[in-house]
């Protein structure tokens, strides 16, 4: 059995660290891009930007990227610098609720009726 | 065994420029992470209405909101660019230490245009 600091998980993390930061290389400029070009806008104009399937698409595909990139990140911080393990459990934790939290609030935002009502 | 020195005092240390774009992507990557839920909030507002709308661009129309936007700006563009350059590390691109410096200083460049350029579009 792995322990709960187990130092196995050092390969997979660098992966995926990798992996989801090309992905963003390539997805923020181009989501900046669509958002910036068509400001200044009004509430209207804002919520019409949301409108394409692929644009909500590809903000949940990055948003999913971004946490699993921020959770290997806030990971090897607290790795560096966070020693007593009960301690840094529990910051991972807290890591962990609030990246999950903001990926499950932006998919209820891009996929919710909210969005969509009076429209 | 004679004790070696330990110069921990990071004001004792004298870090090379790489070490200054290390430290900074690791800074920027810090308060990007809080800025996600926070970007994710002003999102829900934004789309909430046209109440939450307004209440968003009233507050983007405070210069210290902006000078904070600012602050992302950079965080974004630092950790992006730097991020690249530690890709480019990865596959032993420019790994000498005359390539690093100068890799070192067009991050320093380039997250520099994209901050300004940003200072100029939220405040001019």
């Known amino acids: ?18 992996a989801t930061a090309l992905l963003l290389a390539f997805a923020l400029p181009g989501l900046a891009i669509h958002f910036l070009t068509a400001m200044p806008l009004d509430f209207d104009g804002w919520r019409a930007l949301f409108a394409p399937l692929w644009l909500r698409l590809l903000m ?8 699993l990139h921020a959770w290997v990140g806030m990971r090897d ?6 020693h007593p393990t009960g301690l840094r459990l529990a910051l991972y934790l807290v890591v962990v609720v ?8 932006l998919a209820a935002i ?4 909210a969005l969509w009502r009076g429209a | 065994m004679a004790k070696r020195p330990v110069y921990l005092d990071l004001f004792r240390i004298h870090l090379p420029l790489a070490g200054w774009v290390s430290v900074l992507h690791r800074i920027s990557g810090a ?13 829900s507002v934004s789309l909430s209405g046209e109440d939450g709308f307004k209440r968003m ?13 600012l602050l992302l700006v950079w965080a974004l563009a630092h950790h992006g660019f730097a991020g690249l350059r530690h890709l480019a590390l990865d596959v032993h691109w420019g790994v000498d230490q005359q390539r690093a410096r100068q890799s070192s200083v067009a991050v ?12 100029w579009r939220l405040f001019a």
């Open chain 1, 110 to 113: 891009l996929f919710g009726a």
């Open chain 1, 60 to 67: 949940l595909l990055a948003g999913v990227a971004l946490a």
């Open chain 2, 31 to 43: 308060l990007l992470f809080v800025a996600m839920p926070l970007g994710v909030w002003g999102l």
């Open chain 1, 98 to 105: 609030t990246l999950a939290g903001s990926v499950a609030w």
């Open chain 1, 77 to 82: 911080i607290f790795m560096d610098y966070i």
């Open chain 1, 1 to 18: 059995m792995r322990s709960a600091t187990g130092s196995h998980s050092g390969t997979g993390a660098w992966l995926v660290q990798r």
């Open chain 2, 108 to 119: 320093l460049l380039a997250t520099g245009l994209v901050v300004l350029f940003a200072a």
């Open chain 2, 57 to 69: 661009a009233d507050c983007f129309s405070l210069p210290l909101a902006r000078l904070f936007l």
